[in-house]
């Protein structure tokens, strides 16, 4: 039966909408934290372990999303597999995953712009966490907010748009930055290769997942994509290639740029070393206009993948039917779209303090989704051994249980004990509020109610 999804996307938007939603902003606010925390190479061994789990979990979804087209992915999976809860569990953590990225960004791009623009912070309201927020990033962040969201409700093909164009930019001035590290020679003291040992790779590693979320944005937006499923999971698995080798890339030409005092004193350090490699502080500004392309590139991504997984929550019952309403002219789920522009109007009133924060929490949730998925994987290869599979991961059984450990250890890092842990009560605030919500909706979802009443 039709959704009533318009069927527009090819293989360039395809690519730009997942790695646009991957490289994001973080490799420009972000990438002195990784550095700070355990070094160049320390940085390096935690993306490589880190990509390479979720190049693993890409490839079960590769193979779902192939069998599997529709709108809403993990919901669809989770659901055929494991059931009502599982799919109910999945899919709301990923609602919190894509929400938590749309709410960054909706901050992260004030903070941005502050740098380009030193006098832009005015009226200062309060201090979150020791960091001022001020009136006039608050509003900043707002008018960027309801740009987005009127971006994403006119509909996918105009989105898609904005995000090709987008993404060929930014890459375009990433590559020049390597380009001018070639040539640049390393600093003195150059920054050290290893920071804090394990603890430090770990505190790193455990941001990777959601650094790396948005290859599932693929199978979100499934119905939406013109062609053959198994492209499909090929285009998935080579974004998060794409998508691992530009962090990796970024965190050592960042590492090999700048010197150890240099690096402490910068607040935008991939800005900061593209000043340094080329001498010129224009230079550093187009850096950091190409991180706000960043940001615009992840935030329309994962409007577009939050919209269809609440969708795809409304239309199955598990939540209420008027978030799965489709635009009669625009054929996009307008209420879910703007249910996500309303939560990121919030963030911006928390200052920059909450950027981390995000980050931190967003992670935990899509490995909830990721371990599930993997799951659902597994056991399908199992009970539907005969399921018409476009795009079949080779040694599927290998794969899936390598994924499974790996993503189950992932987890564990965030739990208390690991020296990698949430930080409670600002990450844990965050996931139980969450969660709470979706408690409420588990328990009040349409469906539910009417199976309940159906057994009396």
């Known amino acids: 039966m039709s959704t009533g999804f318009a069927k527009t996307l090819l293989n360039r938007e395809v690519l730009a909408l997942s790695c646009g939603a991957m490289i994001g902003w973080s490799w420009v606010l972000l990438t002195g934290e990784w550095l700070a925390r355990a070094g160049t190479l320390g940085t390096l061994i935690a993306f490589v372990i880190g990509s390479g789990i979720v190049l693993l979990i890409s490839l079960t979804y590769a193979e779902l999303a192939a069998a599997m087209p529709l709108t809403g992915g993990e919901h669809h999976y989770t659901k055929r597999a494991l059931g009502y809860t599982a799919s109910f569990v999945a899919s709301w953590a990923v609602v919190v995953a894509y929400v938590t990225v749309c709410v960054f960004e909706s901050a992260a791009l004030p903070t941005a712009l502050e740098y380009l623009f030193p006098n832009l912070a005015v ?156 001498g010129s502080s224009l230079m550093g500004q187009i850096m950091l206009l190409a991180g706000v392309g960043g940001i615009l590139t992840s935030w329309n991504a994962f409007i577009i993948g939050g919209s269809r997984i609440l969708y795809a929550l409304s239309a199955s019952g598990m939540i209420p039917r008027v978030f799965s309403r489709l635009h009669p002219k625009y054929q996009t789920p307008y209420v879910s779209i703007l249910t996500i522009g309303a939560l990121s109007l919030l963030s911006p009133l928390f200052g920059r303090a909450v950027l981390v924060w995000l980050v931190d929490a967003g992670s935990f949730a899509i490995v909830v989704a990721y371990l599930l998925v993997v799951a659902s994987f597994l056991k399908l290869r199992r009970t539907e051994p005969l399921m018409s599979r476009p795009f079949r991961v080779p040694l599927g059984g290998l794969v899936g249980s390598l994924a499974l450990i790996l993503t189950f250890g992932l987890l564990l890092l965030y739990l208390p004990g690991s020296p990698a842990a949430l930080l409670w009560p600002e990450e844990w605030l965050m996931l139980l509020v969450s969660a709470a919500v979706g408690a409420v909706f588990y328990w009040r979802g349409p469906a539910r109610r009417q199976a309940a009443q159906a057994a009396k």
């Not at 509003?139 to 090709?164: E, W």
């Not at 920054?191 to 979100?220: E, H, K, R, Y």
């Open 123 to 278: 009226g200062l309201l309060w201090e979150v966490a020791d960091s001022p927020v001020y009136l006039s990033m608050v509003l900043i962040g707002a008018l960027a907010t309801a740009l987005m969201t009127y971006i994403n409700y006119l509909g996918i093909r105009f989105a898609a748009f904005v995000q090709t164009l987008i993404t060929v930019l930014f890459i375009a001035v990433g590559i020049l930055f390597f380009f001018g590290v070639s040539l640049h020679p390393s600093p003195e003291p150059a920054v050290p290769q290893w920071t804090n040992g394990l603890p430090g790779v770990l505190s790193v590693l455990v941001m990777v997942p959601a650094l790396m979320v948005g290859f599932d944005v693929i199978p979100q937006s499934a119905e939406e994509i013109n062609l053959p499923p198994n492209r499909i999971g090929r285009l998935l698995v080579l974004s998060v290639g794409l998508a691992g080798a530009w962090y990796i890339a970024i965190s050592l030409a960042v590492g090999n740029a700048l010197t150890v005092d240099g690096l402490g004193a910068s607040t935008m350090p991939t800005a900061d070393a593209m000043t340094a490699v080329w």
